[in-house]
């Protein structure tokens, strides 16, 4: 019988069904960490209403010119650089908009540097070096304990940043500090203490929840289209192309004609091939709506349809 300790975090007990797992077989650890990452989908659904409700402060703060921060560390770090260092590229906004901080700096990336976790005022530092009024920060850790993490969080509150935390147990020191807490219970891993396992799938769900439907509403994706992508290699330049496709019905050849006229950005693209007009006319309505494409769109369709 598996004896769990009754001081331990769920995701530092040991699981029942793994407690032989140094005897199993290939095709059975392969089995069995199928059929446990399968239930980390439904330990996310049961925080929808927490992630949606920080996904709306995130918008909020976006929408008013703040920044996000995510702050972790170990596995929860490095989700949150890599979820930070994504969104750019695939939504065509500005560099420091997303954030990504980790205890013990850019070489804890690569490199596991384990007690960076334990020093809570590395976290203040890390927050009060950065942030600015209107800023949103989100503290990772699985455990929902790492003082590293717990410091950032209460040195956003003392600045007056909106704070959101991403955590693997129930009612964690994290959530206590924080004004929007998302918990994700999602039990012992098969290997003990392992968060890089489910918790860490777990966090980089809610974190792709979080930052892709923040992008969304702020007008960088138009129906499921990412329209803000920014063609920067071969295949992204092709990608931009379908973009133009897609939303407009174009062939291939009138929209790389329309693409290239555009210097490879499909929202001007889209916008001279869908209303008739110059490249100078969509840029400037893509400025008038602060690059919101939808917005842009129908300021588009409500001039034209007063003017016909």
């Given at each position: 019988?598996?004896?769990?300790?009754k001081?331990?975090?769920?995701?530092?007990?040991?699981?029942?069904?793994?407690?032989?797992?140094?005897?199993?077989?290939?095709?059975?650890?392969?089995?069995l960490?199928?059929?446990?990452?399968?239930t980390?989908?439904?330990?996310?659904?049961?925080?929808?209403?927490?992630?949606?409700?920080?996904?709306?402060?995130?918008?909020?703060?976006?929408?008013?010119?703040?920044?996000?921060?995510?702050?972790?560390?170990?596995?929860?770090?490095?989700?949150?650089?890599?979820?930070?260092?994504?969104?750019?590229?695939?939504?065509?906004?500005?560099?420091?908009?997303?954030?990504?901080?980790?205890?013990?700096?850019?070489?804890?990336?690569?490199?596991?540097?384990?007690?960076?976790?334990?020093?809570?005022?590395?976290?203040?530092r890390?927050?009060?070096?950065?942030?600015?009024?209107?800023?949103?920060?989100?503290?990772i850790?699985?455990?929902?304990?790492?003082?590293?993490?717990?410091g950032?969080?209460?040195?956003?509150?003392?600045?007056?940043?909106?704070?959101?935390?991403?955590?693997?147990?129930?009612?964690?020191p994290?959530?206590?500090?924080?004004?929007?807490?998302?918990?994700?219970?999602?039990?012992?891993?098969?290997?003990?203490?392992?968060?890089?396992?489910?918790?860490?799938?777990?966090?980089?769900?809610?974190?792709?929840?979080?930052?892709?439907?923040?992008?969304i509403?702020?007008?960088k994706?138009?129906?499921?289209?990412?329209?803000?992508?920014?063609?920067?290699?071969?295949?992204?330049?092709?990608?931009?192309?379908?973009?133009i496709?897609?939303?407009?019905?174009?062939?291939?050849?009138?929209?790389?004609?329309?693409?290239?006229?555009?210097?490879?950005?499909?929202?001007?693209?889209?916008?001279?091939?869908?209303?008739?007009v110059?490249?100078?006319?969509?840029?400037?309505?893509?400025?008038?709506?602060?690059?919101?494409?939808?917005n842009?769109?129908?300021?588009?369709?409500?001039?034209?349809?007063?003017s016909?």
């Amino acid at each position: 019988m598996v004896q769990q300790e009754k001081n331990q975090t769920v995701t530092e007990q040991r699981n029942a069904k793994s407690h032989q797992l140094d005897r199993l077989s290939v095709r059975e650890i392969v089995t069995l960490m199928n059929e446990e990452d399968q239930t980390v989908a439904h330990s996310v659904s049961g925080a929808i209403p927490q992630i949606s409700n920080a996904a709306e402060a995130v918008v909020e703060a976006m929408t008013l010119g703040g920044r996000l921060f995510y702050i972790g560390a170990g596995t929860s770090g490095r989700l949150g650089v890599l979820d930070a260092s994504e969104c750019p590229p695939t939504f065509g906004v500005e560099p420091d908009l997303f954030n990504g901080l980790i205890a013990g700096g850019e070489k804890a990336i690569r490199a596991a540097i384990e007690n960076a976790e334990d020093d809570e005022e590395a976290g203040v530092r890390a927050i009060a070096d950065v942030a600015r009024a209107g800023d949103i920060v989100v503290g990772i850790t699985a455990s929902g304990t790492a003082p590293y993490v717990i410091g950032a969080m209460r040195e956003a509150n003392r600045l007056g940043l909106a704070t959101v935390g991403i955590s693997c147990n129930r009612d964690t020191p994290l959530s206590a500090v924080v004004k929007y807490p998302i918990e994700v219970p999602v039990g012992p891993e098969i290997i003990t203490g392992s968060t890089r396992l489910k918790a860490g799938t777990a966090q980089k769900m809610v974190l792709n929840m979080l930052s892709s439907t923040a992008m969304i509403q702020m007008g960088k994706v138009y129906g499921n289209l990412m329209v803000n992508v920014q063609a920067t290699n071969k295949k992204l330049r092709e990608r931009t192309i379908r973009i133009i496709e897609e939303a407009t019905g174009a062939d291939e050849e009138t929209a790389r004609r329309y693409g290239n006229e555009a210097e490879g950005d499909a929202r001007v693209a889209i916008l001279m091939l869908m209303f008739k007009v110059s490249r100078q006319k969509a840029s400037d309505t893509l400025v008038q709506v602060r690059n919101h494409f939808g917005n842009a769109v129908k300021q588009l369709e409500q001039s034209q349809g007063s003017s016909s």
